[in-house]
């Protein structure tokens, strides 16, 4: 039998790369196990948080705001009686999965009502600090040595001759001046400073998320500086340019996508952060006021009830940890298939 | 070298002056206002509101309070609006109490975190390292204050720890030895919670250093010439890890004032971050400034420190 000759390399197959780096990096990505346990927990969560939303806003059975006096500090799972409470207060399938606060409120409906909101804070702040930080760093990285400045006349006298202007220029870069602002912006504490101005201006959950990503964007805005200035030489740049697309859409649409590896790892981090900075206000009476539950002030409520009822601490507390740490082994899992060094060798 | 550093300082000023403008546009331009924060009390009438506001100078344009701000604090004449002491003498009143809580945390976290780090980065991949790596994911992850009140509820059943205040009340009578331990004593709780997360952080940074040190060429030559483990790994390895936290130590310094509010409101312990806390909540204007000045000059003074430790450590590092 004659032997098969192998079918000629098309050359344009041997130059497209094996997998699209999309594909490479997910490759990556699943190796590490606990990332991927956490994504999906993390996916499963965003799913509940919808859903909880709709179902605490539209049936009764799950109303968050739901007082029963005569049902207060009912532990976890206990049944509930209709001795004192109408029936149509009853909670869903008649059981208190998570137990009673000390109005009665049930606190399985509670944490579902803050799981949306606690992840609304956290997504909605990295989504402001992000932006402001994708803004100035790229900024900073593409119009780096533009110099902005202005003229102020000098005047002198010498002595006979009479007076005399000369126009002094003051300039910086774009760059500098970005890059000094982030310095600024870097030294003040930064929760102590959410503090503060969350004290001063009225309680609102929105001032909250604002402050919080008004006060975290120096982190991304380096990274995309730092990412900008290496590809601002490269070709595909230069092409772009050369093609007289604007400036805007440079930087936005062709720029920005190769920059938002390490812009994606901090994201995932802030999450965690701002859900845990949100808690901390919300522990020091400064957080998401009332009737919004977040798991913030679940707890913080909860904690003068420790010692009779810890069930309401707890949960929230432990509702905080784990959706923080799949947030931290996520972006985890994210740093290490953004990696160059773990890419497969080609 | 000197004239490095006296430009540094100098770049420090400036940065400063902007950062004490952007505070101070920051709390006054927001609303809410000393004379508010009492408005049921009966015996505030409006001409003593008139009165405060003028002792104060809240009358005048923004950048005219911004001058008397900056007069009054380099003076040192520069009041509380809550009780009229001296805030330098406030903060100076809480700031050792601060520093014990700050100096042991940070002892706890350097003298835990690197044999974690080193031990996690030599048994790389093994039961200790993942066992290292999730426990301090684990501490990364829980909010400092739930930890805190598990700490307590535990610490108060089993080991009988104070966990609230300085000292315990009527000891004053003591003999110095005594009192010390005391303090000591009511200083340990906090310290452990505060110094949880850093560890945790620091654990990471030590691991990693580590490892890429340990992938180095003069590792390798250290190992052929048959020195021991031990001494490549201790002698050779460590010293280099060692290198980029000496910076950490300057950056570490504002933590003492930022970090602190949340330990220091729950243990009761009366320090700055709870002295700020309560400047918040009286919408103390001249303390909440004045702390956020501090802590600036902190983060600056810990850069410049960390720097010029580093060019000392490091012979490659050159100041031009």
């Known amino acids: 039998m004659k032997p098969t000759t192998p079918a000629p390399l098309d050359p344009v197959d041997i130059q497209r790369p094996q997998a699209s780096p999309l594909r490479e990096h997910w490759e990556i990505f699943k190796r590490n196990k606990s990332s991927l346990v956490s994504l999906t927990f993390l996916g499963l969560l965003l799913v509940l948080a919808v859903v909880g939303k709709g179902l605490t806003d539209w049936t009764q059975a799950l109303d968050p705001q739901m007082v029963r006096l005569a049902e207060k500090f009912k532990p976890p799972l206990s049944p509930f009686s209709s001795q004192w409470t109408p029936q149509e207060d009853a909670p869903l399938m008649g059981i208190y999965l998570l137990g009673t606060d000390e109005l009665g409120r049930d606190v399985f409906a509670r944490m579902l009502q803050g799981t949306f909101v606690s992840l609304t804070v956290g997504f909605v702040a990295v989504g402001i600090s992000i932006s402001v930080g994708i803004f100035l760093g790229g900024l900073a990285g593409y119009y780096g040595r533009v110099k902005i400045g202005f003229s102020i006349p000098v005047s002198f006298e010498l002595d006979d001759l009479g007076e005399f202007y000369r126009w002094v220029k003051i300039g910086f870069t774009v760059d500098t001046l970005i890059m000094r602002f982030v310095d600024i912006m870097l030294c003040f504490p930064v929760f102590f400073l959410i503090l503060t101005v969350v004290a001063l201006l009225p309680p609102s959950i929105y001032n909250i998320m604002i402050v919080i990503g008004l006060t975290s964007w120096m982190g991304t805005a380096r990274f995309v500086r730092a990412e900008f200035l290496r590809l601002r030489e490269q070709d595909f740049v230069h092409a772009a340019r050369a093609q007289a697309i604007p400036e805007w859409r440079i930087i936005f649409i062709h720029m920005v996508p190769n920059a938002m590896a390490p812009v994606l790892v901090s994201a995932t981090i802030g999450v965690a952060t701002a859900i845990l900075t949100e808690s901390a206000l919300s522990f020091l009476g400064f957080g998401v006021q009332p009737p919004n539950a977040t798991w913030g002030n679940i707890l913080a409520d909860g904690k003068s009830f420790i010692f009779d009822a810890p069930w309401i601490t707890f949960i929230p507390g432990f509702a905080i940890f784990v959706v923080v740490l799949a947030f931290n082994l996520c972006g985890e899992g994210l740093r290490e298939a953004f990696n160059p060094k773990l890419r497969k060798q080609r | ?320």
């Not at chain 2, 001296?86 to 835990?112: H, M, Q, Y």
């Open chain 2, 1 to 320: 070298m000197t004239a490095y550093i006296l430009r540094n300082i100098w770049q420090k000023i400036i940065l400063l002056v902007f950062v004490s403008i952007i505070s101070h546009a920051i709390v006054h331009l927001a609303p809410g206002e000393p004379s508010l924060v009492d408005p049921s009390n009966p015996r505030m009438k409006a001409e003593d509101i008139a009165r405060i506001r003028a002792a104060f100078h809240l009358d005048d344009p923004p950048h005219v309070q911004y001058f008397y701000w900056m007069r009054d604090l380099f003076s040192g004449e520069l009041r509380s609006f809550k009780d009229g002491r001296p805030v330098l003498e406030k903060i100076g009143d809480r700031f050792f109490n601060s520093l014990a809580l700050f100096l042991v945390s940070t002892l706890i976290v350097w003298c835990v975190a690197f044999p974690v780090g080193v031990r996690a980065a030599l048994h790389r991949g093994g039961l200790y390292d993942k066992a290292a790596t999730l426990v301090s994911y684990a501490l990364i992850s829980i909010p400092g204050f739930f930890l805190s009140y598990m700490a307590i509820i535990f610490m108060v059943k089993n080991f009988n720890v104070p966990v609230v205040g300085l000292q315990t009340f009527g000891l004053e009578e003591a003999s110095f030895w005594f009192r010390s331990m005391d303090r000591l004593w009511h200083l340990t709780v906090p310290a452990l919670m505060a110094a949880v997360a850093g560890t945790a952080v620091l654990s990471r940074y030590v691991r990693s250093q580590m490892l890429e040190v340990l992938s180095q060429d003069y590792m390798r030559t250290a190992y052929a010439k048959g020195l021991s483990d031990d001494v490549a790994v201790y002698r050779h390895g460590l010293r280099n890890a060692l290198l980029p936290f000496i910076t950490m130590f300057g950056l570490m310094l504002p933590d003492m004032i930022g970090g602190s509010v949340i330990f220091e409101t729950i243990f009761a312990w009366p320090g700055i971050g709870r002295l700020g806390y309560e400047a918040i909540l009286a919408r103390d204007f001249p303390v909440i400034l004045t702390l956020n000045f501090i802590t600036a000059v902190l983060v600056l003074a810990g850069t410049l420190i960390s720097d010029v430790l580093y060019a000392f450590a490091d012979p490659r590092i050159k100041f031009q």
